[in-house]
Nanobody
Framework: VQLQASGGGLVQPGGSLRLSCAAS????????MAWYRQTPEILREVVAI???????YYADSVKGRFTIAWDNGANTQSLQMNDLRPEDTAVYYC???????????????WGQGTQVTVSS
């Protein structure tokens, strides 16, 4: 199982970016997909989670600005980030909780990090 993230880049404060992440490989089921971010000062923190039951979670710092979406049929997720602020600058990582084919329990899988820089 692999996760491939895309998107990110440099944007001015107040701007928008969209991150995408695709899961591929021998997948039996995906239980949740999420985005985390990390800075030199802050250990990896959760940004948003989309659970298989349709519920979502957002960190307080991004509520109302970020939206996570999950295309279950395509095994892809996205994170639409609006009204970006300098404090959103971080390396963003996609995450998925997946039971691989033939496995009896789920595991966490991570995509490669993608840099988001918010600066004027």
């Amino acid at each position: 199982v692999q996760l491939q993230a895309s998107g990110g880049g440099l944007v001015q404060p107040g701007g928008s970016l969209r991150l995408s992440c695709a899961a591929s490989g021998s997948i039996s089921s995906i239980h949740a997909m999420a985005w985390y971010r990390q800075t030199p000062e802050i250990l990896r923190e959760v940004v948003a989670i989309f659970n298989s039951d349709g519920t979502t979670y957002y960190a307080d710092s991004v509520k109302g600005r970020f939206t996570i979406a999950w295309d279950n049929g395509a095994n892809t997720q996205s994170l639409q980030m609006n009204d970006l602020r300098p404090e959103d600058t971080a390396v963003y990582y996609c995450n998925a909780v997946i039971t691989p084919l033939g496995a009896t329990q789920f595991s966490h899988f991570w995509g490669q990090g993608t840099q988001v820089t918010v600066s004027s």
